[in-house]
């Protein structure tokens, strides 16, 4: 099942990019947000086996919390960011530097 769930965040990066060029100039900006592992109930459903076996890929070494990713999303939707569209923002505690 991972090669299903990474083309799927893939086709997501995908398809901010090329909405995010399609819409230039109408005021509207595209962007998306590729996080890891955030520490929310739908962790439950999960063995802490399992758990533990993805945040031990994390460079950061925790699991990323939801003020965390709330804040970059208040960003994201201020007036301060004007100047990003079709861009992938990585909330992974380091996970996406391969």
Request: charged share 15%; with cysteine.
């Amino acid at each position: 099942m991972a090669g299903a769930y990474s083309s799927s965040k893939a086709g997501v990066i995908a398809l901010t990019k090329a909405v995010g060029k399609d819409v230039v100039g109408s005021g509207v900006l595209v962007n998306c947000i590729a996080p890891a592992v955030i520490s929310t109930p739908m962790l439950g459903q999960m063995t802490q086996e399992h758990i533990d076996y993805m945040t031990a890929r994390i460079p950061l070494a925790r699991l990323g919390e939801p003020p965390e990713v709330a804040a970059l999303i208040c960003w994201l939707a201020s007036e301060e960011m004007s100047f990003s569209t079709g861009a992938c923002f990585d909330i992974s505690g380091g996970r996406a530097t391969y």
